[in-house]
């Protein structure tokens, strides 16, 4: 049997675990609305409901699990059958390091006080900013590309 129709087949038990499981979830959500009085399911207490969406999370996470090690997996085979391919992966990553890099540098880290009475520290501050500089940049360069190719195209023709 190939392993493409093997992979068909894990991918209709998993969505079909998942469609079991929703059904399970919204009918536990349901029990627990009308013992509770609660006409919406934001107004149950919060252990109750994570009680019964728990296993969805659990899916979740084992499904996430899985195609991150499958892509890990696809991706080192790849390299190691095209070794040449692995200078420009490296130069990829480490292109990407430097802009995480710079984003960090330019972000400020300021302590700041959450609504729910929580503290955010100045790393995690740093860091929020950080992502949102390395947003920007590659933002920047995606559209700074794309306009590059619609002019090679143009003065091309």
Known sequence: MKISKILSYVVLAVGALGIILWFV???????????????????????????????????????????LIATVITIFTALAKNPAGLKKTAVGIVSFLVIVGIGYGLADGVETSLKDGEILTAGESQWVGAGLYIFYFLAAIAVGLMVMSGVKKLIGK
């Open 25 to 67: 979830m919204n009918s536990a959500i349901d029990k627990l609305m009308e013992a509770n009085g609660a006409s919406d399911p934001r107004e149950l207490p919060f252990t109750d409901a994570a009680d019964a969406v728990s296993p969805i999370y659990s899916l979740t996470l084992v499904v996430f699990v899985v195609a």
